[in-house]
Each structure stands twice: as structure tokens, then as C-alpha cells.
């Protein structure tokens, strides 16, 4: 079992910065691979990003390739989502989650969190 609580979340003007945490507890936090995931109202949940048991692959959704970045650091139990560049089309509530495979957390994460808001503004 793991549990998964996501803080960052806000609002921010088009251009901005934010950074999202997920604190994770249960499992080793090694164990596990983490990633982030968005839904915007009326909208799938998409995947965005994802990080390997020990950060050392990660993947991001072509939609924020070169302006989000997921990092972990396994001694805080914690995985972040930098995101630099905001636009209002990342406007959305973003749900840390976790999964026992890298293609797992990418499609049908088994961990997910109750999710933070996001908002941009134009």
C-alpha cells in the first residue's frame, strides 16, 4: 500500500512558475516508480510526466516537453513536477501517482493522490 499527497497547487499568470510535491509513505519509496498526471474539466486525465525508481529516466507528455521536469529524492520520500512557462491550457487538477513499473505509471498507475489544483491565467 502506498499513499500519495500532493501540495503546490495554485494560481499563476500565464509565463509563471510553480512547483508541485507529492509526499509518498507506505512502501519504500525506492520502490516505486512516481509520476504526475492532469485533468482538466470535461477531459481524460493525461499523463504528463513520469520518473524511474532512482531518477534516472524520465519521460514527459509532448505537450510539456522542455518546460516541466519531474524530480525525486528518495531520503525525503518526496517526487516533484518543476513547471516553468505556464500556459492556461495547463490549466488543470494534478494527481500524483505511483506504480511497480516505469510503463505502469505512464498508463494505469496502481497509487493515485486526491489530486491539486492548477490554474493559469491569461
Known amino acids: 500500500q502506498v499513499q500519495l499527497v500532493e501540495s503546490g497547487g495554485g494560481s499563476v499568470q500565464a509565463g509563471g512558475s510553480l512547483r508541485l510535491s507529492c509526499a509518498a509513505s507506505?512502501?519504500?519509496?525506492?520502490?516505486?516508480?512516481m509520476g504526475w498526471f492532469r485533468q482538466a474539466p470535461g477531459k481524460e486525465r493525461e499523463f504528463v510526466a513520469a520518473?524511474?525508481?532512482?531518477?534516472?529516466?524520465?519521460y514527459c507528455a509532448d505537450s510539456v516537453k522542455g518546460r516541466f521536469t519531474i524530480s525525486r529524492d528518495n531520503t525525503r520520500n518526496t517526487a516533484w513536477l518543476q513547471m516553468i512557462s505556464l500556459k492556461p491550457e495547463d490549466t488543470a487538477n494534478y494527481y500524483c501517482?505511483?506504480?511497480?513499473?516505469?510503463?505502469?505509471?505512464?498508463?494505469?498507475?496502481?497509487?493515485w493522490g486526491q489530486g491539486t489544483q492548477v490554474t493559469v491565467s491569461s
Open positions: 501517482a505511483a506504480s511497480n513499473t516505469l510503463g505502469g505509471v505512464t498508463t494505469t498507475p496502481t497509487y
Open positions: 520518473i524511474s525508481r532512482y531518477g534516472g529516466n524520465t
Open positions: 507506505g512502501r519504500t519509496f525506492s520502490s516505486i516508480n
